[in-house]
């Protein structure tokens, strides 16, 4: 009995242990989304490809899911739309990952963010995997709903930037431009709180747009525009 006990109760540490550790992890797979397999797709030459096979693009807009994912009243039309869409065929959304100084804001000021806004946008990467859509996440929006440029040059201005009062300035004020630049880069290196998948990483994201509609009408050449390239190194 003395030696049983000796041995119960090292055995019982042990045990409690494990259970302790089992918990901790249950508890967090119980966060983890049974994520279905999904490859990056990929180009080869001008056809897109998964899995050795052409990937078609048979796609549509819904800019306002992170917008509608944020308050539970509205969040399951972000569902309903994946799983509309899904059911119709269609593999690729475009979407907005973007809201700059607007209300219910991603981006509240340069380089802060609503942690809050964030999970949205984390939930509606991880609700298009379990449909099995990808996503085109638009990083800025040349017009005004949701921020847009003219909140880039409005923040500029607000920490006294000398910059010319036009709009067009987002396309070369090196301030702005590295307002953008750290926000993409946060975008991009987001590690999703429910998936725990970097968003640079994450397959479901099919393409990233730099900005919807982008208009410099300062240089109708295009210029200014297609100078605009962001490096961006791992
Ligand atoms: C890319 O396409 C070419 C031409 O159709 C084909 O020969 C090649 O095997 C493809 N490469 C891959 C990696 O699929
Ligand atoms: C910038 O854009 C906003 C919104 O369209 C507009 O109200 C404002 O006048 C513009 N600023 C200039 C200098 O054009």
């Known amino acids: 009995m003395v030696a049983g006990n000796g041995l119960l109760y090292p055995l019982l540490g042990f045990a409690s242990c494990v259970v302790f550790i089992y918990i901790s992890l249950g508890d967090l797979t119980l966060y983890h989304f049974e994520e279905p397999k999904m490859a990056f797709v990929e180009r080869n030459g001008t056809r897109f490809m998964v899995d050795g096979r052409a990937f078609y693009v048979n796609g ?27 059911k119709m ?19 509240t000021s340069p380089g802060r963010f609503n942690e809050r806004v964030f999970k949205a946008l984390d939930g509606v990467i991880a609700e298009a995997r379990q449909h ?21 040059v409005k923040w500029a201005w607000e920490e006294g930037v000398a910059l010319s009062s036009s709009n067009d300035s987002f396309f070369f004020d ?10 993409v880069k946060t975008i ?13 990483d994450d397959p479901t994201i099919f393409a990233w ?26």
């Open 174 to 183: 090196p301030s702005i431009r590295s307002y953008f630049k750290n926000y």
């Open 188 to 200: 991009l290196t987001r590690r999703n709180s429910l998936t725990g998948i970097e968003y640079r």
């Open 132 to 152: 099995g859509i990808r996503l085109i996440l638009s990083l800025v929006n040349n017009l005004q709903a949701y921020g847009g440029k003219t909140q880039y």
């Open 60 to 86: 549509w807009n819904s800019y306002w899911l992170m917008d509608q994912a944020v308050e539970a009243f509205s969040r399951p039309r972000v569902k309903a739309m994946l799983q509309a869409g899904a």
């Open 89 to 107: 065929g269609l593999t690729v959304c475009r979407t907005w990952a973007f809201n700059d100084g607007a209300y219910n804001a991603l981006q």
């Open 209 to 234: 747009e730099l900005i919807n509609e982008p208009r410099c009408m300062s240089d109708p050449s295009g210029d200014t525009l297609q100078n605009c390239r962001i490096g961006l190194k791992r």
